[in-house]
């Protein structure tokens, strides 16, 4: 979906296409759902939203889509869910382009129809593993071969969320994340969430490291004591 021909939406925090925003607008429009937070690149902080009109919402996206593409940087978890919404959305001409497909192959239609929704289903399969990080061939019950290093992972991540509220840094200003950033080392460009996001990838690393060399130094001690 991102491309081109999409724009970056504050209002809903990912790329979207012309197409999907004026639908987003209808939804809103048909539940009068109010808006919740999202990010604001100006201020460069969370704003409670609005259950703005129609009106204004169609001269934001007509206004979104005038200006020039803009790149920005998404997180992993976001394109995952803008990929996997994109390939439901195409569901039925993806379906359609495979049974053509089928059938010049010499299948019957009945046959063509359903092999297209098998290799459909299977596409999403995969996706969503690999969303997980998780093999498709495998059971989803059967854990993977890595799995003690996804779990390690995992751990040394919620260390590294925990150590960065511990420490205050959510509720820190943007100027004072990016110097803390600068005596990291590390890039102190982005809004907010990116120097977050940041800070958090250096906590988990860090907790990776300890780990490593906790997992090292029981090893050794392992091996000492086999030998006495």
């Known amino acids: 979906m991102v491309g081109q021909d999409t724009r970056y939406w504050n209002r809903v925090g990912m790329y979207v296409t012309k197409e999907f925003a004026y639908e987003w607008m209808d939804k809103i429009k048909e539940t009068g759902a109010a808006l919740g937070k999202y990010y604001d690149d100006d201020i460069e902080d969370y704003v409670e939203g609005s259950s703005p009109t129609p009106r204004s919402l169609t001269r934001e996206i007509e206004a979104l889509f005038e200006g020039e593409y803009v790149e920005k940087e998404v997180q992993s978890d976001i394109q995952n869910i803008i990929k996997l919404t994109e ?25 063509a129809r359903d092999k297209a929704k098998e ?47 511990s420490k205050g840094y959510k509720d820190m200003t943007v100027k004072q994340l990016k110097a803390e950033l600068n005596v990291r080392g590390l890039t102190a460009s982005g809004n907010k969430a990116t120097l977050l996001e940041r800070l958090v990838g250096d906590e988990q690393l860090a907790a990776e490291a300890e780990a490593d060399a906790t997992s090292n130094m029981e090893e050794v001690a392992n091996d000492h004591t086999e030998e006495e």
């Open 87 to 111: 390939m439901e959305r195409n569901k039925v001409s993806r379906i359609k382009d495979l049974m053509a497909e089928y059938q010049e192959g010499g299948l019957s239609k009945e046959e």
């Open 119 to 165: 290799d459909f289903d299977n596409e999403i399969q995969t996706a969503v593993a690999e969303a997980l990080g998780i093999d498709p061939e495998k059971s989803m019950f059967e854990l993977p071969d890595n799995w003690d290093e996804i779990q390690a992972q995992r751990e040394a991540k919620r260390i590294a969320q925990s150590s960065v509220e």
